[in-house]
């Protein structure tokens, strides 16, 4: 028996105007609207709108909020600041990854500070689940207010000047990684300078029913700076060009944060979190296969689970490909044996009936300027 | 050529027949709604010249950003042509599937497989549904 797709507030706008939905996690997307590439290069060079609903969003409270979530994720999150985010991962007691995470302090509109996570779709209820085996023991609770809110990302150079007029405080002055409670045409929202293009821009949760305006007000705006939608498609294009890890792709159970280069979201120091002597243990781990990008000098693309060969021997597998629209090459990302980890190593990614040749490269495959 | 005067493949391959010098030639392309679904269009692989295809069989596949599809030929025969120019020129075949854009040409040894053809309404009920 299947079970009905989940629907996002934006479905019935989707639906309308093009949107080619498929299922993502259980949520029924839009992959494009017209063509992934002309939606990635409209998010380069003006601007992109996503409806990132289906990212699983989860409210704080309790006194303890802050202890407690010092003890689930990688990095200390008990002195953020009010109004600062902070990356971090979820792992088990092995140090494998359950999830990546974003963690945000906020002030709410009345100004009364609490904690916010977003996780990702397809680990919603993994990661509800976890929470709640973790939770006894502390002053602390959670909402999960992903069906009753919607979120929106802005991204691109044009991103910022776009959605600034719409607002009742000026997006321009918020750092990148910070984000505030305003409003947005009116509708309480909470606004943060994030994303996951590696272009500038902002994500917008509003309440589910105020969506829709918020939506198609922005791209009315965006229409004269060459704005588009963008589907699921371009984000992840826009994604693995900048070199941003995708749950069930580059991170699982089975990889721990160092081997796929996210060593930066760990922090052993000062604190007790689950998993934390496991990941003490793996951190000098010399021969773990590591996360790498590939550029491949032929024009086929290489997808998630091809074996990467060397010397006529399987040495891993690719966890996500692509044809990338700037550099106009198939890209890729893979983890391999810590002797090919290095830039310019020569390898081979079995493309169906063939081995096209692959080299090493460094990431980010983009980043801005 | 006309998309009406075409035949279609469930697995959005069309069929111009034509008669040849010795025999029939068949032309083989992707349909309009097949190029519209695959839209990025990246790679495109084709079979030698002289090559001899069984009707059913794979002669090369298309690749978009998305996926990557078998093309399959409905009737058996050897390879006369290839459209090897399209490799460089992929926009052609988004531009015009149905003419500029053809793939490979065969020489018809036996067409029996044509009987399991689509003509367009049908084909255009078969996208319709699937849509």
Known sequence: MSTPLLQTPLHAWHAANGGRMVDFSGWSMPVQYHSIVEEHQATRTRAGLFDVSHMGRLRFSGAGAGAFLDRLVTRRVDNLAVGKIRYALIVNESGGVLDDVLVYRLADPTGTPYFAMVVNAGNRQKITAWIDSQLSGFDAAYVDETPTTAMLAVQGPHAIEMVDPLLAAPLAKLGYYTGIWTEILGAPCVLSRTGYTGEDGCEITVAAEMAENVWTEILKRGASLGAKAAGLGARDTLRLEAAMPLYGHELTEQIDPYQAGLGFAVNLTGREFVGREALQALKNRADAPRRVGLEMLGRRIPREHFPVQADGAVVGEITSGTFSPTLQKPIAMAYLPPALAHEGAEVEVQIRNRLEPARVVKLPFYSRS | ?131
Do not use: R
């Open chain 2, 1 to 131: 050529m006309k998309p009406e005067e075409l035949l279609y493949a469930p697995t959005h391959e069309w069929v111009f027949l034509a008669d040849g010098p010795d025999g029939k030639i068949a032309t083989l392309g992707v349909s309009a709604f097949a190029v519209e679904q695959l839209s990025d269009l990246v790679f495109i692989d084709f079979p030698e010249v002289g090559q001899t295809l069984e009707a059913g069989a794979s002669f090369g596949e298309i690749e978009s950003v998305k996926s990557v599809s078998d093309l399959y030929t409905p009737v058996a025969g050897e390879v006369l042509e290839v459209n090897s120019g399209l490799a460089d020129a992929l926009d052609t075949i988004n531009d015009d599937p149905h003419g500029a854009g053809w793939l490979i040409k065969i020489k018809v040894s036996d067409d029996a497989g044509l009987a399991n053809l689509l003509d367009f309404a049908a084909y255009q009920k078969q996208c319709q549904e699937a849509q």
